[in-house]
């Protein structure tokens, strides 16, 4: 069984740091990881979404990486701002593309 | 391009009490839909998938069904619902494998 597991919980940095989210699983046989941020009472917004046979996709500020021989996963955040404030969870796909396994979330908090 | 949407945004309703939420899907064609619900301060629980009209996979036993009369509309619904069934729900699709998720805005249910 696929477990997926995001540290930290939460992470308070000042505005204009780079900053890592790292997200681990156990089943390295995946389809993709998908990042996705989620602000309160709102539904997830797709980040990135890495393949099984990519190593990093970028957009903007971010830039996701993925090690499937280690199970993890990195998203880093350049130049963080207050707009970046939100929880960020990664999902695994394996198993069949039905399985998809998010973990828990870290919530990202950016003081100006 | 493609676009999702979930009413209501959000719903109080009484214990007993029917449920019906619903979520359409445009500018896709056949895609693989499907039921999350995410309580406070916990993950996201997949509850029902399908991959085509009349065809629902629960993942979860619980007070709620799900039906997909239409190839892009999907229902979430009870009969009578508990005080358990409060959360957030969100629908989300994908096409086919290794095409990453795509989430509605939620809907905001809580049962009194």
């Known amino acids: 069984k696929q477990e997926v597991t995001q540290i930290p919980a939460a992470l308070s940095v000042p505005e204009g740091e780079n900053l890592v989210l790292n997200c681990s699983f156990t089943d390295s046989a995946i389809y993709n990881l998908q990042w996705f941020r989620q602000d309160p009472g709102k539904g997830l917004t797709s980040l990135l979404l890495?393949?099984?046979?990519?190593r990093e996709q970028t957009s903007g500020r971010l830039n996701a990486s993925l090690d499937k021989s280690s199970g993890r996963s990195t998203l880093y955040i350049a130049a963080s701002q207050p707009g970046d404030s939100a929880t960020y969870l990664c999902a695994v796909s394996s198993g069949g593309y039905q399985k998809v396994t998010f973990g828990t979330g870290t919530k990202l908090q950016v003081i100006p | 391009s493609q676009t999702i949407h979930q009413w209501p945004a959000t719903l109080v309703q009484p214990v007993g009490s029917p449920l019906s939420l619903e979520c359409t899907v445009e500018?896709?064609?056949?895609?693989?839909l499907y039921w999350y619900r995410q309580a406070a301060g916990r993950g996201l629980q997949l509850l029902f998938y399908s991959v085509g009209i009349g065809q629902i996979s629960s993942e979860v036993p619980q007070n709620l069904s799900a039906s997909r009369p239409q190839d892009r509309q999907f229902i979430l619904s009870s009969k009578k619902l508990l005080l358990s069934d409060s959360g957030f729900y969100l629908c989300?699709?994908?096409?086919?494998?290794?095409?990453?998720?795509?989430f509605g805005s939620g809907t905001r249910l809580t049962v009194v």
């Open positions: 989300a699709w994908d096409r086919e494998a290794n095409y990453g998720y795509t």
């Open positions: 890495i393949q099984s046979s990519q």
């Open positions: 500018g896709t064609s056949n895609p693989n």
